[in-house]
């Protein structure tokens, strides 16, 4: 179902740190008979964030970014994500506009150096995109693979106070133009092999019939096995066995 003004979306890790809808923001399968749900209808008056996030990443920063898009309308900027210390925006990744030079590339924009993907993924596929910087150390990362990397100046992440999922900043302009799924942030970095990983092992997650819930109410895993045969998981609770 949609998520309506002024319902939560929970935070799926150990911070609980929900964010609240304005407006409302569609879900829908990532694809046909998927479990995986996708973010989207996002504008400047439909979009999630939390207002009270309160995170130190750092002066210089230790953050890693990690989501996946999929996008076709590149008529202006798409921010996924972006982070606000009070009413400052201390940047994101957004999507480029046709109107520029880099018009349909993925952009990590935080610190004093913009990366980018270097090909256009406007392409109505599944992409996953990765930033980090740890401390000076900026890297890009698409589809599991290093992209762009640099050298910046510090930058102060050190008094994040709002987290915007879908739109730039406190007044929610660029938002993004597609649809969203699996967003984490973290104030860790992650290493090229753990980033080759992921998406080797999430990318199966976008599939037409791809299962990832767990049956029941319990998820607390009691067993697990593989069949190599059929190459699924089943996963066992104390409400049965999901595949």
């Known amino acids: ?3 309506t003004n002024g319902q939560t979306d929970p935070d799926r890790s150990y911070n609980n740190k929900a964010l609240t809808v304005t407006g409302t923001v569609t879900k829908t399968p990532v694809a046909t008979g998927a479990d995986l749900v996708a973010y989207s209808g996002f504008s400047n008056v439909n979009y999630m964030e ?3 996030f309160s995170v130190n990443f750092g002066n210089p920063p230790t953050i890693s970014i990690i989501f996946w898009q999929k996008i076709t309308d590149i ?3 798409s921010y996924a994500v972006s982070f606000s210390a009070g009413t400052s925006i201390k940047g994101g990744i ?5 109107s520029t030079n880099y018009g349909g590339q993925g952009y990590f924009f935080m610190g004093s150096e913009t990366l980018y993907t270097g090909v256009a993924i406007n392409d109505d596929n599944w992409h996953c995109l990765v930033g980090t910087i740890n401390g000076t150390d900026k890297r890009f990362y698409l589809d599991g693979k290093l992209v762009a990397s640099d050298t910046i100046n510090n ?3 050190s008094g994040i106070t709002r987290i915007h999922v879908g739109s730039y900043g406190t007044t929610h302009t660029y938002y993004h133009r597609g649809s969203l799924a699996l967003l984490r942030v973290s104030n860790s970095v992650i290493s090229s092999e753990q980033v080759k990983k992921m998406y080797e092992d999430e990318k199966h997650l976008f599939d037409e019939n791809a299962k990832c819930t767990l049956y029941g109410t319990s998820d607390d895993v009691k067993a697990l096995a593989y069949d190599e045969v059929t190459d699924h998981l089943h996963v066992g609770t104390s409400s049965g066995r999901s595949d």
């Open 75 to 77: 008529s202006d900027y």
């Open 94 to 98: 957004s999507n480029g506009a046709s």
């Open 1 to 3: 179902t949609n998520k």
């Open 50 to 52: 939390n207002t009270s």
């Open 155 to 157: 930058h102060d992440m």
